[in-house]
């Protein structure tokens, strides 16, 4: 919530600001598949356009796929900055005005923009130029608003690398279940995510999941038992790219049809099904057109094709699983059944009869009545294999793939190309793709398809890095996830440490819980020089709301002398010109030991000294004067204010009788005398003493203090003699 | 991808109130505070907290238009740097509570001061100037309090623009650690003038020298940007001039020589004013007096590119 309230004409507010990308020449597309592209797949009104388009580009007309090439550069823009004022080329060549840019100095998508001026106003007139003193705030990134999911994943993706250290993952077996596990975690992470998102974002992760699933069923299990890859397929076309519902328009043509035999969107729908296997939906859509006739009446046309309809729908229940151990024969058994009937089949009605065996010519795996019937690249590529090449391998397709594409081309969107690559087996390509879709996925399925050796074929280790490091990066500018793109960093060897080296100190931190983690991560990878310069960060901060104590703190933590002392020489200069001790609380909430730095030291022991007096407990005073003096702790123009120290306590010994100080340090504040008259520090020493004597004499009414310590020498001498009257 | 997933270009304005043309626009270390400065004068800082943007004061000294602004690492407190027409550095400092202070006035210079830059933090608290009289100063800033100036023939006519090189040597992969700043360090910048030269200058035992003169451009170059570091064995420099060309100058190792790369063959269509690269070092934006700015990045092959969106 704002601190101000919303009339406060010093609260900026937002202004609309438009970027204008030129508008997109579609005729640069050479072809567009019949087939519409992922995202528009999900929608049911996106079929009729699909026909449409399959109308106006041909069949057939589509290139060998690896020809065919998205023209990706064609697609390149300027990011033309126009803020909302009439300008034109001349106009700015002209004008005292430019364009500048800087980028955000923590995130590498945002960058700022303003119009600036190029000479100074004295020498330009005012209609050299229109004001415009706004400064705009541009990115090219995404907002991450998908917290949960990438929270979420990243435990995934933390497991997947703990996964290569386990007993299980040397077991070639328990490897390939390990990663079909995580495989299936990263996509129910997906489809929970798709589950609570908008539209816009909905078709991103769509097209991550069928890329991902994809993955999985082509890489990821490669057990040369396994058998159910035409199968796996058909449920991926199936849930990744579902036949969409009928339209309206073909529903009212059902609904309308005096005899759905006779129907093409009946038929339509039929091959569709079958082409998909999905076959209990065939088959009653099949019973559907069964008519129930008299058994005691003689054969007519209606039995006849209700018995062509029975065995079709016999045939197609008794298609064999793949999975079974007698597949070979079952298969040759089945075709041949499927054979007889075809053959069996003599209609009138030769509509009827073309579809019946279309019907089971797709299911006996015929080519082109699965290829004609198909819609997109990606429905006949499946239908083919499931029909014809059961069986195939995942290294098998991408023969099958030479007849699919003289009769279909493929979307250039980056989703159709990585598929089309994924089926080609050219991983490496793929993921150039990817980065096009989502730098999570790229990121995420890069690091797993490394953890299956296919690192060969993706390219060098540092490849993996640099996709982990782009997903990372806006990620450790945000507010709540920045420890994950830090996490993630961690995952990198050989970038990764630089990247938190400069990352780390540009996190800003507000409080100490968020600065304690930070400073985790500097201890978490080793970065010592990093840690101090945070360190000092939060010291100076403190300082600059003169919060004394925690400054300190933050300067001993990060070993900060220099600024201890000024600190220190801070509250003596205050004593020095007050008398009064600043620093009491200041001291007390630090924690001081022997270790601790020496101006800090000096300023704990001095501040003891001050209570032990007031509590008169002048012995022990006494002892600590001592010991400030002997250790040489304190700055040595201070040596003479605690000289001076030494006065009333040594009258006051030699008035009570007391023994507060012995000979020999008489003798060493003898020595100090020498030492603070030294002409090294006359000037600063003697400035010390005209401003104490501001207040010690006048305001105080202690005695009278001078540069040349003569009330100390004085002293000294009578507590010499009082010292020699006690021995006697 | 979609098309509406490629349109990710949030923009939002901020109204400066200044009275005049703005010069130069510096976000803080953290992207937390914004310092503007005008030809009105004056310096402004804006507290930027999410989606409020805060005016919260407006710093007045200078005699002339104010140039650059540039803001020092956290660590050694709120610290703004700005330049003048009048031929003037200040240094501001914020002492808590928005209470800014001018704390240094540097007046070596004898024309106006068109750009300041603060070193990496690596180096402690050191401030670049370039100016109109020809010549580049160094500031440092010493633990008594004091400064100490060091002024530098740079570039006949004048100097344009200054930038520091990354504190760490490139191909360092582990930066400078254990609390000893002065090992692995660089401590050099780049000018560039009136003279169409690009300067590299170095300290060494005998103080700040003039390193490699970097000859390319045609006419004045206006603007010089040293590229963040992350590890990589290469160096990068841009530069970019009045003869409406940018250069990025490459260096593949710290013993090599600079080569000269054009950023496109064929020159922009006006002036190019301004260069600046992102935090990581691999986008290079570009801004042109025709009100354009354009973003490029290197590919594998070695040359730039437009920034790409599949779909744009």
Known sequence: MSLF??????????????????????????????????????????????????????????????????????QK????????????????????????????????????????????????????????????????????????????????????????????????????????????????????????????ELNTFRDMMSIWELCRIMYFIKSERYQRLSTDLVTWLNECYPLGALTEEELNELRESPNLRNTVVFWSRLYKLILRGLFPQAINFLRSI?????????????????????????????????SSHDTDLAWRNWLSQCSQLQKSIILENKF???????????????????????????????????????????????????????????????????????????????????????????????????????????????????????????????????????????????????YIEEFIGKIPFDNERKFEKILKICEDNGLIFDEKCITTTMGTKYMQIKRYGSTMIYYMRAGKDENLKTICNMFLTQYVETGKITFEEVIDSIPVDKDSNE???????????????????????????????????????????????????????????????????????????????????????????????RWHYKECGYFNISEDLKPVKIEIERYKKFLSKLKR | MSLEKSKNYLHQGLETHHEDMVHDAQLDYYGLKLATCSSDRTIKIFDLDGEDRREVETLKGHEGPVWRVDWAHPKFGVILASCSYDGKVFIW????????????????????????????????????????????????????????ATVLDAHTIGANSVSWAPATIPGALVQVTGGAPNVNVSKRFASCGCDNLVKIWAYGEDGWKEEEVLEGHTDWVRDVSWAPNFGLPQNYLASCSQDKTVIVWKKNSPTSPWVKILLKPEKFLDVVWSVSWSTSGTILAVASGDNKVTLWQENLKGEWEKVQELDD
């Not at chain 1, 519409?36 to 999900?42: D, I, L, N």
């Not at chain 1, 073309?354 to 006996?364: M, P």
């Not at chain 1, 819609?375 to 030479?402: F, N, T, V």
């Not at chain 1, 594409?405 to 793709?433: C, M």
């Open chain 2, 93 to 148: 400092k914020d002492h808590g509570s928005g209470s800014w202070k001018k704390i240094k006035e540097h007046s070596l210079h004898t024309a106006s001061v068109n750009s300041v830059a603060w070193g990496p933090h690596e180096l402690g608290p050191i401030l670049a100037c370039a100016s109109s009289d020809g010549k580049v100063s160094v500031l440092s800033f010493k633990d008594d309090g004091s400064w100490d």
């Open chain 1, 5 to 74: 309230s919303e009339d406060d004409t010093k609260v900026m507010q937002f202004t609309p600001f438009t970027f204008e990308p030129p508008p997109i020449d579609y005729s640069q597309f050479e072809g567009v598949s019949s087939f519409p592209s992922s995202t528009q797949f999900y929608e049911e009104s996106a079929n009729a356009e699909t026909f449409l388009k399959e109308d106006v580009f041909d069949k057939g007309k589509g290139r060998q796929a690896e020809a065919y090439e998205p023209n990706i550069k064609a």
């Open chain 1, 599 to 693: 101006s800090v030291n000096f300023l704990s022991r001095y501040r003891l000294y001050h209570s032990l007096i007031q509590d008169e407990f002048f012995h022990q005073a006494a002892q600590v004067l001592v010991e400030c003096l002997r250790s040489e702790i304190s700055p040595k123009e201070f040596w003479g204010v605690l000289l001076f120290h030494t006065v009333p306590l040594m009258k006051l010994g030699r008035r009570k009788d007391i023994k507060l100080f012995e000979k020999i340090h008489i003798d060493e504040f003898e020595h100090y005398c020498t030492q603070v008259l030294d002409r090294k520090i006359e000037d600063s020493w003697i400035k010390l003493v005209q401003r104490m004597k």
């Open chain 1, 77 to 200: 823009q300027i990011i033309y900055l126009n803020p909302p004022l009439v300008y034109d080329l001349d106009y700015w060549s002209n004008s005292n005005q430019s364009t500048g840019v800087k980028f955000h100095p923590t995130r590498s998508e945002d960058f700022t923009c303003y119009v600036f001026g190029k000479e100074p106003n004295e020498k330009v007139k005012k209609e050299d130029y229109t004001l415009d003193t706004r400064v705009y705030n541009c990115s090219l990134a995404n907002n991450i608003d998908s917290r949960r999911f990438y929270n979420e994943t990243f435990s995934i993706f933390r497991e997947a690398s703990r996964a290569t250290s386990s007993k299980e993952w040397r077991e070639k077996s328990s490897r390939v279940k390990l990663l079909c596990d995580i495989s299936w975690s990263y996509v129910n992470a997906i489809v929970k995510h798709i589950n609570s998102l908008q539209e816009r």
């Open chain 1, 290 to 322: 069964l008519i129930p006739v008299e058994s005691d009446k003689f054969i007519n046309r209606e039995i006849v094709i209700n018995d062509i309809i029975q065995s079709v729908i016999k045939c197609i229940k008794a298609r064999p699983k793949i």
């Open chain 1, 352 to 498: 009827l009869e073309e579809s019946f065996v279309k019907i089971l010519k797709i299911l006996a795996g015929d080519p082109d009545a699965i290829l004609s019937k198909s819609s997109s690249w990606l429905e006949g590529l499946i239908a083919l294999i499931y029909h014809k090449y059961p069986r195939c391998a995942s290294s098998d397709i991408k023969a099958i793939l030479g007849p699919i594409f003289v009769r279909f081309s493929v979307y250039p969107d980056a989703t159709s190309q990585v598929l089309k690559r994924i089926f080609y087996q050219r991983i490496d390509d793929a993921l150039g793709y990817c980065k096009y879709i989502d730098p999570w996925l790229l990121s995420h399925l890069m690091d797993l398809l490394y953890k299956v050796d296919l690192d060969e074929k993706i390219g060098e280790k540092s490849f993996r890095e640099r996709c982990l490091i782009n997903f990372a990066e806006p990620l450790l500018t945000h507010s709540t996830l920045w420890q994950i793109g830090f996490k993630y960093l961690e995952h990198c060897e050989i970038y990764g440490k630089v």
